[in-house]
């Protein structure tokens, strides 16, 4: 069982990342992901425009490359050199941010308390709010952080579900609570999959709480009360355990931020998402969309 992180802040804004910048045991990462369907290269967008001194937590990078899925997590040893490689030290506050209208910091995020990072906080409206406040950026190629000490412990307040467990749950008809992060109509089964291959529909007995949901239009999170609206509207109570789903597993990991906000830390990602349940042969629901 996971523990629960207390001391240190789930989100943190511009201003109060401009005042602790300077602070040598704060690292910030940028996790910018993108949609494959959408053309944005959050590399090369990290080269052109970043928050002073940040480096880059590439998803697709800090994966497991022998998985068929995209941006799988790795294993233990692999998170723990790459971090390492960042930089990272066991005591680091790390601040991580994105540029992505899903919220892909909090992948990273989840992946760093998964991992046992306690000291990990994500930048409330990410680039766009640093850039809206003149925040110091930079850009061309980084300069590699010295090796870190970063070293893999217990989860904190993190958690996943592997597919067979879930499936097994789904088929008997006991999962529980399921919240899927994306589009009304993905969800649905109405709008394509912007992956190639996959069926559309969602997983029996799930429900869905878009990302967008979640989100301003400025891009920084929603009041708590709305945080709660959102999910109670998609008929999930959120002082229960709640499992999250999404696309490839990084909207699931918004879902657990928001769930955090709240006080809620038992919840489960999977990670595989609809990238793996749309391209099994586990059972498929379709529907009509809830009106905006």
Known sequence: MSSTASSTPL??????????LGNLRLKVFDATSHLPTLGRDANAEHLACRIAGSLRFDIDKIADKSSPLPHTLPAADQFQSQMQDLGLENDDHVIVYCDSVFLSSARAWWMLRLFGHEKVSVLDGGLKSWLARSGATENGPTIDAPKGGFTVRAPIGAQMIPVDSLRQLVELGVAGQIADARSAGRFAGVDPEPRAGLRRGHMPGASNVPIASLINQDGRLR?????AAAFAAGGIQTDRPVITTCGSGVTACGLALGLALLGNENVFVYDGSWSEWGASDAPIETSTPSPA
């Open 223 to 227: 009041s708590l009360d709305e945080i």
């Open 11 to 20: 989100i943190v804004n511009a201003e109060w990342l401009a005042s602790n």
